[in-house]
């Protein structure tokens, strides 16, 4: 009797055992499962969902779509993640990376791009043949140049560029008949284009947006699949046309822009990166009609742009990608108007383009883009409004409040085009200051340092920078060289305004400009 009792509670315990079992395999059957459908939320997440919130801009949305994937692998035991979850933390922190760039938060931007970086160059390392590894690590590589990039790391943003065309060769290699693959390429060569527009190496801008060109061509142009990227590509073209002063094909490419961002918007009118990109398209155009010396063509231009800027910014006022639009053409409007000669409503402007600006770059104060392109410039352009007004005061102002960590940047050696046209027309505007005040000695030193930072080859040169050069060139005394760079302005269609008034008068001289000054200041006087 002791044996089958003794029996029964070994089966019992056995059964009991063998139940316990089950109900563990079923936990973790059950816990996969959950774990399974979580990853693909996840999934979904970071990809359809983010694909479907993109085009209408809202970046609350995907900053919490961010933090959630981010949340949900902060929870899991990091040990036993896979590659597969590794994968997609990545680009969790890719897409909050992205979100505190648009924010205005390069530095935060930065720190979540190296930390992908890491996670996904190991994932690589581990699996080197692994498509997906391989795209992670590509995205990584892309975000640390962009943000290098808006902060005047040339270097560091070329090196990152250079590493993440490699990644996308490799992906091409490995699965050919991806077009996925085909497009990292193409953005990974239109990365480098840009980058050297940025350092006005306009041949070699060129020849990577023709490579660019050259991969979108081997994908199916007869779809609309690819509109934005024809698009942007069509942008670049016309800058770098503009600049090498081939504006018969600048123009046509800004046409060819214009016309697909307005397609979209047929489609699609609640489509605001489309509207984004249309009003960089048409602020493109009025740039173009100032070329053919049409001021009334410019100002009409950018007039419509104000309307269309103040509804991205209704609609989304935290994305500094808005902010910089609202900004650009507030300052390309008091451009105009000073080149019409209307200072009223150029100051007007001038004075809305600063209160813009101050707020979009207390939001990031390293981003050396929006200091130089936006800050400085509006700046600069009250300082010539107040020269103009005999306001000499306001204008060393102006001028000072940024002149020292501009001459710091420029002789750190970059080489941001626009930094350097700032720095030799800051130059410029100092010299004819000071000159009126009975300084020439010290003028001529300001013109110098404006000469020697303008110049090089004249095919090299963007239009504005040789205008400026003219102008300094003409100061210093130097009218053979002056007429040299107008001829060859000349001969390429160039009508700008600020330059029909160098070839007017190619031989104004430095004591001429003091007459003229000093008889302005009297009339003012009365």
Not at 174 to 196: I, M
Not at 454 to 462: C, D, N, R, S
Request: proline fraction near 2%; hydrophobic fraction near 40%; charge should be negative.
């Amino acid at each position: 009797v002791v044996l089958g009792w003794l029996t029964f509670t070994a089966v019992s315990e056995r059964r009991a055992a063998d139940e316990a079992r089950v109900a563990a395999e079923q936990a973790l059957q059950l816990a996969d499962q959950r774990r399974q459908e979580s990853e693909e939320l996840v999934e979904f997440m970071l990809g359809d969902l983010r694909d479907r919130l993109e085009p209408v801009g809202r970046l609350d949305v995907l900053d919490a779509v961010g933090a959630k994937a981010l949340d949900y692998y902060a929870a899991q035991d990091q040990d036993r993640l896979g590659s597969d979850s590794l994968g997609r933390r990545a680009r969790a922190l890719h897409l909050l990376g992205e979100i505190q760039d648009l924010k205005g938060d390069s530095e935060a931007a930065l720190a979540l791009f190296r930390q992908a970086a890491e996670s996904t160059g190991k994932l690589v390392q581990a699996e080197p043949r692994n498509q997906q590894r391989i795209f992670d690590h590509a995205q990584s590589e892309f975000w640390v140049g962009m943000v290098a990039t808006q902060r005047g790391d040339y270097p560091e943003a070329r090196d990152a560029f250079n590493r993440y065309l490699q990644m996308a060769q490799r992906l091409v290699a490995l699965d050919a008949d991806n077009p996925d693959w085909r497009l990292e390429v193409f953005y990974a060569y239109q990365a480098l284009g840009g980058l050297a527009m940025e350092r006005e190496a306009w041949e070699q801008a060129q020849g990577h947006f023709r490579d660019a060109f050259d991969e979108l061509g081997r994908l199916d142009a007869s779809s609309d699949q690819h509109l934005y990227e024809f698009a942007s590509l069509h942008s670049w073209l016309s800058n770098v046309y503009g600049m090498q002063k081939k504006f018969r094909l600048a123009r046509i490419h800004n046409g060819h822009e214009i016309g697909v961002w307005e397609r979209q918007l047929d489609l699609d009118p609640q489509d605001y990166v489309a509207l984004r990109q249309l009003v960089v398209a048409r602020r493109g155009a009025a740039q173009l009609a100032l070329v053919e010396g049409n001021t009334d063509s410019a100002l009409q231009a950018l007039q419509k742009l104000t309307g269309m800027a103040d509804r991205l910014i209704g609609h989304e006022a935290d994305n500094t990608l808005n902010l910089q639009q609202q900004v650009h053409v507030t300052k390309e409007l008091a451009e105009v108007y000073l080149l019409r000669g209307d200072t009223l409503q150029a100051g007007q402007n001038v004075g809305a383009c600063l209160n813009q600006v101050k707020g979009l770059v207390e939001l990031d104060p390293t981003n050396v883009i929006w200091r130089v392109e936006l800050e400085w410039e509006c700046r600069y352009l009250d300082a010539r409004l107040a020269h103009l007004h005999q306001d000499v005061a306001r204008a060393q102002l102006q001028l000072d409040s940024y002149y020292d960590e501009l001459l710091s940047h420029y002789q750190n050696g970059s080489d941001n085009k626009d930094m350097i046209l700032l720095w030799g027309n800051t130059n410029l505007l100092l010299g004819n200051i000071v000159y009126t005040q009975g300084r020439p000695a010290v003028a001529r030193d300001y013109w110098r340092q404006s000469k020697a930072a303008l110049g090089g080859e004249k095919e090299a040169l963007e239009p504005g920078r040789l205008v400026s050069l003219i102008a300094v060139l003409n100061r210093l005394g130097e009218q053979a060289r002056a007429e040299e760079l107008v001829a060859y302005l000349s001969s390429k269609d160039y009508r700008h305004p600020e330059f029909i008034r160098a070839r007017v008068s190619p031989g104004v001289s430095a004591a001429e400009i003091r007459t003229k000054t000093l008889k302005k200041k009297e009339d003012l006087n009365g």
